[in-house]
């Protein structure tokens, strides 16, 4: 099973910027689609942002579009995700998501989880 380890999490105040990553321990990793989603306190898990095995298609929330970008390195076996001029509202615990095939945003359809790391943006 693919393990995955995220990182670059914290305190941030609102209009800031944080980079996530995602790394993963095998190599198969490169073959799967990649996910981000987080969950606020209280609430339940939604997607944030999807990539493609090759990179070459992406999908964000609603919510994240035109703030967030997503994107990987396939020779560091990492997702990144770029958070910028964040908003209180993004306070949550996100997490890093893998799945075989193409991009889905509900997270019953991802099958390997990291821990999360947790995002914090102050008013």
């Known amino acids: 099973q693919v393990q995955l380890v995220e990182s670059g999490g914290g305190l941030v105040q609102a209009g800031g910027s944080l980079r996530l990553s995602c790394a993963a321990s095998?190599?198969?990793?490169?073959?799967?689609?990649k996910g981000w989603f987080r969950q606020a306190p209280g609430k339940e898990r939604e997607f944030v942002a999807a990539?493609?095995?090759?990179?070459?298609?992406?999908y964000y929330a609603d919510s994240v579009k035109g703030r967030f970008t997503i994107s990987r390195d396939n020779a560091e076996n990492t997702v990144y995700l770029l958070m910028n001029s964040l908003k209180p509202e993004d306070t949550a615990v996100y997490y890093c998501?893998?799945?075989?095939?193409?991009?889905?945003?509900?997270?019953?359809?991802?099958?390997?989880w990291g821990q999360g790391t947790q995002v914090t943006v102050s008013s």
């Open positions: 095998e190599r198969t990793f490169v073959s799967y689609t």
């Open positions: 998501a893998a799945r075989w095939g193409g991009i889905l945003v509900t997270s019953t359809h991802y099958n390997n």
């Open positions: 990539i493609d095995w090759s990179g070459g298609n992406t």
